[in-house]
């Protein structure tokens, strides 16, 4: 025996684009209607907006005034480091040469050739000149490091600017709709003449040839639905396999959506939104008593069924026990045996009877 559950739903593409307005703009023609086929680089929809192409000629002019504040002053912050590392380079010949001075003064006052005096004069002015280039280099780093600050802060500007730049230019280049993928034009909501908001939706495109089904199970059924439970898809043109991908956690309206991926080809005349039945199978039971599901028929409980009598042709009432419950199918736990024949049609009508003969 077989354990299925069985629902209806709808082919639905696996890949679907939702294509929205940018910005606020005015529609001038529509060159695409829906049922079209399209690529990404498809044009749908033409749109149009004077403000932002105002906007795109402002942030241009944004953009070569930011180089320019970005140009000059490097040439002239660079001067400025030129010039304190010209200082530094004469600041360190004048120490160079009082050094070398003042060791040749001091072999001539070893010597006693010229008074100690003298040399000590030219000793402290070598150290002097010593301390004037330690102050001039920590100046070109100081100036090294102003002028990088500041070439920072200007090119940071001016990406700030090619950066707003090409946000206009992209928001005006989106006035022209495009596909954005391969597949189907399905919807088109807008019209010519037609004002459209920023997030308002202009079209969806959806990729036929890769469909999914959705199916739609009743909630009492839906329990026992696991992920990878194989499915079988009727289209009405024939029948596919697939396998359960996603179960929605949400009950709405009574019944719980079943994500179905399809496994074989779909058979010809399959497109989205076409309506089909999905049978899934929770379980395979070996060995198992059961018989074709009658009318009223819940799993786990009893009720009472009319049994052939062979020989008589009488049909008499007896409790039966049900167990799990499939789409056309019950087993059975108690009160039938083997090749039994039961009543499995509506027969509420005699409640009140224990016997019927059947003609």
């Known amino acids: 025996m077989l354990l299925q559950v069985r629902g209806p739903g709808v082919l639905v593409p696996r890949e679907i684009r939702w294509i929205a307005a940018a910005s606020e703009a005015r529609v001038d023609r529509v060159l695409v209607k829906p049922g079209a086929v399209v690529t990404a680089d498809t044009a749908l929809v033409e749109m149009s907006n004077p403000e932002l192409a105002q906007d795109v000629s402002e942030a241009r002019a944004e953009v070569t005034a930011a180089e320019a504040d970005y140009a000059a002053p490097q040439v002239q912050l660079q001067s400025q480091v030129l010039d304190q590392r010209a200082v530094l380079a004469a600041a360190n010949a004048e120490y160079e040469g009082a050094r070398l001075q003042a060791e040749a003064q001091a072999e001539l006052a070893d010597a006693g050739i010229i008074p100690a005096i003298e040399f000590r004069r030219d000793e402290l002015a070598a150290g002097q000149l010593e301390v004037r280039l330690d102050v001039e280099r920590e100046r070109v780093q100081y100036i090294q490091d102003s002028v990088d600050a500041q070439l920072l802060a200007a090119r940071a500007r001016l990406e700030q600017q090619r950066q707003n730049l090409a946000l206009r230019?992209?928001?005006?280049?989106?006035?022209?709709?495009?596909?954005?993928?391969?597949?189907?034009?399905?919807?088109?909501?807008?019209?010519?003449?037609?004002?459209?908001?920023?997030?308002?939706?202009?079209?969806?495109?959806?990729?036929?040839?890769?469909?999914?089904?959705?199916?739609?199970?009743?909630?009492?059924?839906?329990?026992?639905?696991?992920?990878?439970?194989?499915?079988?898809?009727?289209?009405?043109?024939?029948?596919?396999?697939?396998?359960?991908?996603?179960?929605?956690?949400?009950?709405?309206?009574?019944?719980?959506?079943?994500?179905?991926?399809?496994?074989?080809?779909?058979?010809?005349?399959?497109?989205?939104?076409?309506?089909?039945?999905?049978?899934?199978?929770?379980?395979?039971?070996?060995?198992?008593?059961?018989?074709?599901?009658?009318?009223?028929?819940?799993?786990?409980?009893?009720?009472?069924?009319?049994?052939?009598?062979?020989?008589?042709?009488?049909?008499?009432?007896?409790?039966?026990?049900?167990?799990?419950?499939?789409?056309?199918?019950?087993?059975?736990?108690?009160?039938?045996?083997?090749?039994?024949r039961v009543v499995l049609s509506d027969t509420s009508q005699w409640d009140y009877h224990d016997r019927i003969e059947l003609n």
């Open 169 to 340: 230019e992209e928001q005006f280049a989106n006035l022209q709709v495009r596909a954005g993928i391969e597949g189907v034009l399905q919807a088109l909501e807008v019209e010519a003449g037609q004002r459209v908001t920023p997030g308002t939706n202009i079209a969806r495109v959806a990729r036929p040839d890769e469909l999914m089904a959705e199916l739609r199970i009743a909630e009492t059924q839906a329990k026992d639905i696991r992920l990878e439970q194989p499915v079988e898809i009727d289209t009405r043109n024939g029948t596919v396999e697939g396998r359960v991908i996603r179960i929605d956690p949400a009950v709405r309206e009574g019944t719980v959506q079943v994500d179905v991926d399809i496994v074989g080809e779909l058979p010809p005349g399959a497109r989205p939104d076409l309506s089909v039945d999905g049978t899934i199978l929770i379980e395979r039971f070996d060995d198992v008593l059961h018989v074709g599901r009658p009318a009223f028929g819940q799993p786990e409980s009893t009720l009472r069924l009319f049994r052939v009598q062979p020989e008589s042709g009488v049909a008499m009432r007896v409790p039966v026990t049900l167990g799990k419950v499939s789409v056309n199918r019950v087993q059975i736990l108690a009160g039938l045996n083997e090749g039994d």
